[in-house]
Nanobody
Framework: VQLQASGGGSVQPGGSLRLSCAAYGSIGSNSIMAWHRQAPGKQREFVASVTVSGSAVYADSVKGRFTISRENAKNTVYLEMNSLKPEDTAVYYC?????WGQGTQVTVSS
């Protein structure tokens, strides 16, 4: 599997961003897709995951602000991020079948 993430950038607090991650290769029929993030000086942490049927799980820190979804026909997972806070600043990685994407930087700053 290869994962290609995109959509990061810089926004002010309260702003929004949408991340995308496309999967290529041997996807499998029931693979969970997920997003993790790593802030400077911190360990990588779980953000959200979604099953093929659309069942989602979120970290407490992003509940109510982030929405994960997937488009199975395109083997793509999305992360809609709203009400962004400075503490959301991190490199965001998509994850699927023990494979990490290359990461995309999200910076929230005034």
């Amino acid at each position: 599997v290869q994962l290609q993430a995109s959509g990061g950038g810089s926004v002010q607090p309260g702003g929004s961003l949408r991340l995308s991650c496309a999967a290529y290769g041997s996807i499998g029929s029931n693979s969970i897709m997920a997003w993790h993030r790593q802030a400077p000086g911190k360990q990588r942490e779980f953000v959200a995951s979604v099953t093929v049927s659309g069942s989602a799980v979120y970290a407490d820190s992003v509940k109510g602000r982030f929405t994960i979804s997937r488009e199975n026909a395109k083997n793509t997972v999305y992360l809609e991020m709203n009400s962004l806070k400075p503490e959301d600043t991190a490199v965001y990685y998509c994850y699927m079948r023990n494979t990490w994407g290359q990461g995309t930087q999200v910076t929230v700053s005034s």
